[in-house]
């Protein structure tokens, strides 16, 4: 799904202000490419999970509990070496599988480091954690005292505190990569079926359901009204005619799902919905699924093995 050309290009002559039809994108334009690369990368994904591969063969109710399983093996591990190993041969899975690294990779990588590196920040100073120093990065004349609070007069990023923190964030990152494989190689249909085969209460399976389907509608609907938009005015309206533009489609928007999520449900009654989905397909497991699910946790087992022979 792509802009029509016509409206991507600027037209000189529609231009006031003396630039050639050189401007910037309007909020308008930005908007719409937006959507469109939201919608472009969702139905990339329902590709990928579609795809012939190693994951994507199996049962979406043994992946979920291998990612339940591998999750609390990761979090009890307490030796990098051992995560990094473990991450390495998920990127090898991810291969096999035909998922594209770079998305897995940039998906996580990019992200958690700086977000758990925040939270991680304060750790790393023997103010907060004591422990070997490793760099000085200031010494007062006299130890420092904030009320009842008494500081050391060195601050220095500690051994402890900068060890502490890198496995943080190896294990938080390691634990993404795991959702983003899982997600990526499977069918949001598919695994909302896999957690309601686990008792997961119905109305949030549901709920998770019907925001998942509708969400493209309304995208679509936005999309529509912006396209109108920038159809209408060709780029020349201020900043404070988008912003006023901006909140009556809020508005409207707000109004129209309010009315479709009744018409939703009255149709859903009328057609004899009670609750409870009814799937026309049943999984049913096979015996290459059972072998992957043992293989998975005598694998984890040997893991956590391994890091309390090292001293974990």
């Not at 029509?4 to 308008?28: D, H, M, V, Y």
């Not at 920040?121 to 760099?135: D, I």
Request: a positive charge; hydrophobic letters at 50%; glycine letters at 8%.
């Amino acid at each position: 799904m792509e802009l029509p050309s016509w409206l991507s290009e600027t037209n000189p002559a529609l231009c006031q202000c003396g630039c050639g039809g050189r401007r910037k994108s309007n909020f308008i334009e930005k908007t719409l490419r937006d959507i469109v690369g939201f919608l472009r990368d969702t139905v990339f994904s329902e590709e990928i999970a579609m795809r012939q591969g190693y994951l994507q063969g199996l049962d979406p109710r043994v992946k979920v509990i291998t990612l339940i399983f591998l999750l609390v093996v990761v979090n009890l591990s307490s030796h990098l070496s051992l995560l990094w190993s473990f991450y390495f041969v998920l990127l090898g899975v991810a291969t096999l599988s035909h998922l594209p690294l770079r998305r897995v990779v940039a998906r996580v990588w990019l992200v958690v480091p700086l977000f758990t590196g925040i939270m991680v920040l304060p750790a790393l100073f023997n103010w907060v954690r004591p422990g070997q120093p490793l760099w000085i990065l200031w010494e007062f004349r006299h130890p420092l005292a904030i009320g009842p609070l008494s500081l050391p007069s060195t601050l220095a990023v500690t051994q402890q505190g900068l060890w502490g923190g890198i496995m943080l964030v190896s294990r938080v990152g390691i634990s993404v990569s795991l959702a983003v494989v899982l997600t990526l190689s499977t069918r949001w249909m598919d695994l909302l079926r896999a957690l309601r085969s686990f008792f997961v209460p119905k109305i949030f399976v549901v709920t998770l359901e019907m925001t998942y389907r509708y969400i493209f509608v309304l995208i679509t609907a936005v999309e529509e009204m912006f396209l109108a938009r920038k159809a209408r005015d060709a780029g020349q309206s201020s900043s404070k005619e988008q912003r006023r533009f901006v909140a009556t489609a809020l508005g409207g928007l707000f109004g129209k799902s309010l009315k479709m999520s009744e018409e939703v449900y009255w149709a859903m009654t009328a057609r004899g919905y009670t609750g409870e989905l009814r799937l026309l397909q049943r999984s049913r497991l096979r015996w290459q699924d059972v072998i992957i699910l043992i293989l998975v946790v005598l694998a984890g087992l040997i893991m956590m093995v391994a890091n309390k022979a090292l001293g974990g």
